[in-house]
């Protein structure tokens, strides 16, 4: 409310005329929309569809949190192109993903079609990176963890059970982190590779 005060050039004791009272609430309703706004983007860069989530969760309306977007967001506060940017970067630096994953965990954050596949092949190809060889780290990293029976199964000529399931757990793992196609392939064959003895 302080800041509303001085917005409208009153200080604590003064009267207050009955036709500034609403103009004086309705400024400071906006001013918490802000704040609130900008405490989330100091935690952390989010989309705008992100900070609109946890701004309606803090129970701020609608006709209040899109005004206050749309400032911070032509002051270059909110920025989805370079949050997405930066979320796709730190995946393939930490947790790698396909671009089938990436894909949906942007659309989740509410990033726009459009931006989502541009960003993407952006940053793949400043990394100098595809999803043929993130599969195949991947998949490499999948076999350092196996024990020595899933990887005898997943080469075995003997054992077809034992080989189609540690395949199917091998794809399913691959799969999941949205690798198909030519990409899967690449992984399995490279799991494969390494489990030979």
């Not at 004086?24 to 860069?45: C, E, G, K, Q, W």
């Not at 960003?119 to 196996?146: G, L, M, P």
């Not at 540690?166 to 198909?180: D, E, K, S």
Request: aromatic content about 4%; overall charge positive; proline content about 3%.
């Amino acid at each position: 409310m302080l800041e509303a005060l001085e917005l409208h050039r009153l200080g604590v004791g003064d009267p207050l005329p009955s036709d500034r009272h609403h103009h004086l609430v309705n400024d400071d309703a906006d001013i918490r929309v802000r704040h609130a706004a900008l405490n989330l983007l100091s935690y952390s860069a989010r989309t705008r569809r992100e900070l609109e989530r946890r701004l309606r969760q803090k129970g701020f309306r609608p006709a209040r949190i899109r005004p206050c977007l749309d400032r911070l967001e032509e002051r270059g506060f909110i920025d989805d192109e370079a949050v997405a940017a930066s979320f796709v970067r730190d995946r393939l630096r930490h947790r790698p993903r396909g671009k089938v994953a990436l894909t949906s965990e942007l659309r989740a954050k509410g990033v726009a079609a459009k931006v989502i596949h541009q960003t993407i092949d952006d940053v793949f190809e400043a990394e100098e990176t595809d999803d043929v060889r993130i599969a195949r780290s991947v998949a490499e990293k999948w076999v350092h963890r196996q024990s020595a029976d899933v990887l005898d199964a997943l080469v075995s000529d003997h054992r077809h059970e034992a080989r189609t399931k540690a395949r199917r757990r091998l794809m399913g793992y691959l799969g999941r982190r949205g690798f198909r196609g030519e990409a899967l392939g690449a992984g399995v064959d490279r799991a494969v590779e390494l489990a030979r003895p």
